[in-house]
């Protein structure tokens, strides 16, 4: 048991809501060519549907936050655009669904003018966009299509658990030269955490070992990362050392810390809440038996939403969506080859 | 109220039925969120009952609409049972879809709704295809693909335009034009001063219309419903109207001069419909009553039986992915 040291302040916690705009304030603050685009963004609509770019309009004027049609294809097209010519614009897809109204434009065109213009085009664009079931909006606002992105060459795909991860990783993306798909979690924005330091970057393609531990890996990402520590929790009460490890950027992913750590502990389980079958999981897995093969106690396991759309019903979505049961069990999986052994 | 010609009375009556069950479906379903008995995220029509109710009372139960998740209006005007609609609300096995696509999806396609979309704009392509169907069948079956004043933004929109007109489909586009879309005013996202101009550019008839009008709507959309019928292609509606509670229920309403809303609320057009069909003699304030008493009846019996219906089990998440059951 640990106790605060009462000479200690409280930190004042913060929302992930809040991070997320202060990076926004930091970013347009500090570079003019950082523009925001997207319905409903700007203040009269009320700085977007959860206030993700409140005071945008307001501080920097409405040219630089920008509220925009219904029109998903022209509001990626635009910032492609915009990004050519030296501008860092923010695409804000409301809801994840709805980037594959865009996807012409992210698919064939974020991704790739980089590389079919050999280098002399370049697209410095963040398209930020939640999803997350359990909030009972059925089959199209709930989706995670974060492998097909990762699986798209030329996007980088990043994920934020925490409210100073979501603040320093934004930052990143927005600094970055390439395109970024920034995946927000609409469960995770009601939650808080510690407030980040102004300015501070959290490296993209870099993962955090949120946990250490030496028995079994732990890869997670996004809404799972919270459930990972309550299962790693558990399991430690019975002396089963889990080392948790939050891979923050999807792709391209951080190889290396997974993989030492899967050579340290020689098991390995992945979660996500996307649909497992060729979900990233499997990508991972495959990384790691193809590296370490001869280092494994066990097979990989995953965890992973059902093959099915997000139901609406309540007791179909909380079958559908895995937590800290599923990732326990799993686990408790990879121990067992070695009990069998 | 708009000049003639009039409908005959029984039609009068049947968009009035529809009307204030529209209306009265509203008030319960707000209620029931409120009471946290059925936990839904709720898009009201509330204000813009009469578009679908004089839209419907032009179709044949055989013809189909298309419609989004604002959208109990236009499935209640076709005609979806009350009880599989509540059940479905209610997330029940017995509702619509046996609880999995909710109120953003809910179908039946035995009253006619074909698809309900949360994707904005994505009711119009698919509209097409089930009247590219009919054209093919010469089965006489028209098609409606309802949607918002902010969908007519999006490609979808103007692909779908474009392609009915130039194959004629036995179409009819109804804008619900309620002036926003979210928390966005049409004039800050539509360089269009009205979308009804937009039927130009695909060389079909756009007709804007007064949505809060029952006989003014029953003619357009009569008109446009005998056009297509008759094989002389798509028409796109304009019907102006007002959403009385806001984007999603629970909507601040912020972005919104209270004045407006207001005003629009005043201008109810249930209440004003009753009122005329009483004053030019077409029924008594006494049918009405028993009219609404009868239905509010009917309401208060689907929401309860929703309540006690059995939820699904959870072994539907391996059916109707295919049509094939997948293996546990
Ligand atoms: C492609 C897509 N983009 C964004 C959204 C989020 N969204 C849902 S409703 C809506 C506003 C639509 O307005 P309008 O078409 O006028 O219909 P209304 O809601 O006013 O009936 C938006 C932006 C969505 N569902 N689909
Ligand atoms: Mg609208």
């Keep these: ?341 | 109220m708009s000049s003639a010609p009039i409908p005959d009375r029984a039609i009068l009556v049947d968009m009035y039925r529809k009307m204030t069950t529209i209306k009265q479906n509203d008030e319960k379903s707000r209620a029931i969120i409120l009471s946290g008995k059925i936990p839904m995220v709720y898009y009201s029509p509330r204000g813009q009952e009469c578009i679908p109710a004089a839209v419907s009372v032009n179709l044949t139960p055989e013809d189909n609409i298309c419609t989004i998740y604002r959208g109990t209006h236009d499935m209640i005007a076709k005609g979806v049972p009350l009880k599989d609609l509540w059940a479905e609300l209610a997330g029940r096995a017995t509702g619509t879809c046996k609880g999995k696509g909710g109120p953003m999806h809910i179908t039946h396609p035995a009253s006619g709704v074909l698809v309900t979309t949360g994707i904005v704009g994505s009711s119009l392509p698919i509209a097409n295809g089930v009247a590219l169907a009919s054209q093919i069948r010469g089965d006489k079956r028209v098609a409606v693909a309802y949607f918002g004043d902010a969908a007519s933004n999006i490609g979808a929109f103007h692909e779908a335009l474009n392609m009915a007109a130039v194959w004629k489909l036995p179409v009819i586009f109804v804008c619900q034009n309620n002036r926003y879309g979210e928390h966005t005013k049409y004039e800050k996202t539509t360089a269009a001063k009205q979308i009804a101009d937009r039927g130009a550019a695909y060389s079909m008839p756009g007709v804007r219309v007064d949505g809060n009008d029952p006989v003014a709507m029953y003619n357009v959309a009569k008109t446009a419903i005998d056009r297509a019928r008759a094989g002389e292609g798509p028409t796109l509606i304009e019907a102006m109207t007002f959403r009385f509670y806001g984007h999603v229920f629970g909507d601040a309403d912020k972005y919104m001069d209270p004045g407006e809303k207001k005003a629009a609320m005043a201008a109810d057009p249930v209440p004003r419909y009753r009122q005329w069909l009483i004053d030019n003699g077409h029924i008594t304030a006494g049918e009405l009553e028993t009219m609404e008493k009868q239905i509010d009846a009917e309401l208060t019996e689907a929401i309860e039986a929703a309540i006690d219906a059995p939820w699904p089990e959870v072994s539907e998440l391996r059916k109707d992915v295919f049509a094939e059951e997948i293996a546990a």
């Design chain 1, 1 to 341: 048991m640990t106790t605060e040291s009462p000479s200690k302040p409280a930190v004042k916690k913060i929302g992930m809501i809040q991070a997320l705009n202060m990076a926004l304030h930091e970013a347009m603050s500090k570079d003019e060519r950082v523009i925001v685009l997207g319905e409903d963004v700007a203040d009269p609509e009320e700085g977007g549907i959860v206030g993700v770019t409140k005071g945008l309009s307001t501080a920097y004027g409405d040219l630089r936050c920008r509220s925009t049609p219904i029109s998903e294809q022209a509001i990626v097209g635009a910032a492609i655009g915009a990004a050519i010519v030296g501008m860092k614009p923010i695409a804000e897809i409301m809801l994840m669904n709805f980037t594959t109204v865009a996807m012409d434009m992210i698919v064939n065109h974020a991704a790739k003018l980089r590389f079919m213009s050999g280098g002399q085009t370049g697209v410095p664009l963040v398209i930020r966009t939640a999803t997350g079931a359990g909030l009972s909006v059925g089959g199209q606002h709930a989706d995670y299509y974060e492998a097909w992105f990762a699986h798209t060459p030329g996007i980088k795909v990043v994920m934020a658990s925490t409210p100073a991860d979501a603040y320093g990783l934004l930052l990143s993306a927005i600094d970055d030269p390439d395109p970024v798909i920034f995946v927000e979690n609409t469960l995770l924005y009601f939650s808080q955490g510690e407030p980040p330091e102004p300015g501070k970057r959290v490296p993209l393609s870099v993962a955090n070992v949120v946990k250490p531990g030496s028995d079994v890996s732990l890869v997670c990402y996004g809404s799972h990362v919270a459930p990972s520590l309550a299962a790693a929790g558990k399991l430690e009460a019975e002396g089963i050392s889990v080392e948790v490890i939050d891979l923050r950027t999807i792709s391209p992913w951080d190889r290396k810390t997974v993989l030492a750590s899967v050579a340290k502990t020689g098991r390995a389980v992945i979660t996500h809440e996307a649909v497992k079958p060729f979900g990233v999981g499997a990508e991972i897995s495959s990384v790691i038996h193809e590296e370490l093969f001869d280092k494994l106690k066990g097979p990989v396991q995953r965890v992973g939403a059902p093959y099915c759309p997000v139901p609406y019903s309540k007791p179909l979505e909380v079958a559908f969506m895995q937590g800290a049961e599923a990732i326990e069990a799993a686990v408790r999986k990879t121990l067992q080859a070695r009990a069998a052994a």
